[in-house]
């Protein structure tokens, strides 16, 4: 492998958030056009997914909710075939379904034959925020190493991953004091995001209830299962554990007593902020 | 399974009242200006003062208040043929400066838009004009303690909303003064 000898970090506004991607490659021209290609691909997933966008995937799939079944992009298909292996796993924990129609429990929506979804009932909304974040980024990770950059980051307002041959040190911020944080982690070549503080409230759809856990961050394989996995977290907490377990993820997250509680193979890599 | 362990969180009061600062160079103007029109042959350069005509034109338009008294913006041009305008703009949020960059097309569509540099804080500093000054016109001097170590931040996101708002304004100052 050649050595990388020219890098970038560049900023847009997309996701509703702040998307930083950097990555090196050989040349800077290289660099630059790998990066415009990964943004580009972000802002796709955002133009199928955004809940807000009427004619969106997700906005056509709420406009006949109730009714015919909506053609979707391959990708929307693959999130929505996620988030419905996750709300079973998860014993209906994860769910993109909106309030109040989700207290009412099942699934909001069904994967009719491939690339076609509906709404199930009239009254249901579905919003894929909670993990089509991940997805985007896994997406553009993918483009840069396609487009043979040797080591590269995304990280989507918090919802991050890398690949590389060394690993990124990643502040996990205090969620109840965005300056402080609680502490520094190494990732490398998987995914880390973060859920919790600022105005986000996850709610336990079982219960309606507010979770009492302030923040959760989990690492992963794959940046869609950090983003998903961390909404568990937040209600779960230490149940949370045997899901990890079987997608290879580890987690910390901050209850509401002020106590840190991290999955033991991963507290031995943390650098506690002091 | 995994099992789990517990310990005490900082305490983070402390540090809340004088917050570190996260700051980031992604792009400067130059850079930003190349990436956008890579067949400009040159920029030219047509900052915009506001008349106070311009002012109340732009407010009405983008529905906010106009605080900065001109705009920086450049005509990208190919071979004497205008391809575009080159709009640097910020805008300050709660917890951070940004400066960012619109590239137009001639017609007034979006072509990219993109991150300079952004820097945030959590103290009481942003409300100084003194603090400002160093945003303003890339004068930046660095007297505040920036931790550059931080480089890569997971958490409690920083909203987008303001560069939103920002976008409606230079769209406004494209209808009002470049169109």
């Known amino acids: 492998m050649k050595p990388a000898c020219a890098e970038a970090r560049r900023a847009r506004p997309l996701l509703g958030t702040f998307v930083e991607i950097a990555a090196a490659g050989e040349v800077r021209g290289a660099v630059d056009a790998a990066i415009d290609a990964a943004f580009a691909v972000i802002a796709r997933v955002h133009v199928l997914m955004s809940a807000h966008d009427p004619s969106s995937d997700v906005g056509r799939l709420n406009r006949h909710a109730g009714g015919r079944a909506v053609t979707v992009h391959p990708w929307t298909e693959v999130v929505l075939r996620t988030a419905l292996e996750l709300h079973r796993a998860s014993n209906g924990i994860f769910d993109v379904a909106v309030t109040p129609v989700r207290r009412r429990g099942g699934e909001a929506f069904e994967l009719v034959s491939p690339c076609r979804a509906r709404v199930r009932r009239p009254d249901a909304r579905i919003d894929l925020g909670g993990i089509a974040k991940g997805f985007a980024v896994d997406r553009a990770l993918d483009v840069l190493g396609r487009h043979g950059m040797t080591r590269a980051l995304v990280n989507a307002g918090g ?10 040190h990643v502040e996990i911020r205090h969620p109840c004091h965005p300056p402080a944080t609680l502490c520094r982690v190494a990732v490398r070549n998987e995914a880390l995001a973060s859920s919790g503080g600022g105005d986000a409230v996850i709610v336990d759809p ?24 961390t909404k568990i977290v937040m209600v779960a907490g230490e149940e949370a554990g045997p899901m990890l377990s079987r997608h290879g993820a580890s987690a910390l997250f901050l209850s509401s007593r002020g106590r840190i509680h991290a999955t033991r193979d991963w507290s031995a890599g943390l650098r506690r902020a002091t | 399974m995994r099992d789990w362990v517990r310990w005490a969180a900082p305490s983070a009061i402390v540090v809340s009242i004088a917050g570190p600062v ?22 030219v350069e047509a900052h915009v003062i506001f008349q106070p005509a311009q002012v109340a034109a732009i407010e009405r338009r983008a529905g906010q208040k106009v605080r900065a008294r001109g705009q920086q913006v450049w005509r990208a041009l190919a071979a004497d043929e205008l391809i575009g305008f080159f709009v640097v703009d910020y805008v300050i949020g709660k917890h951070l400066v940004i400066d960012y960059a619109v590239a137009l097309e001639p017609d007034g569509h979006i072509r990219r838009v993109e ?18 000054e160093q945003f303003v016109g890339k004068t930046s001097q660095d007297r505040l303690e920036v931790d550059r170590d931080i480089r890569n931040i997971s958490g409690a996101t920083l909203s987008s909303h303001h560069v939103t708002e920002g976008i409606k304004r230079v769209l406004a100052f494209y209808e009002t003064c470049l169109r």
């Open chain 1, 206 to 229: 079982r219960r309606a209830a507010a979770a009492a856990i302030r923040g959760a961050t989990v690492r992963a394989p794959s940046c869609v299962l950090a983003d998903a996995l």
């Open chain 1, 159 to 168: 919802d991050l991953a890398v690949f590389g041959p060394d690993p990124e």
């Open chain 2, 115 to 132: 991150i300079m540099q952004y820097r945030e804080s959590y103290g009481g500093e942003i409300a100084s004009p003194r603090w400002l």
């Open chain 2, 22 to 43: 996260h700051a980031t160079e992604y792009l400067t103007t130059e850079q930003a200006r190349a990436l956008a029109f890579p067949t400009a042959s040159r920029f």
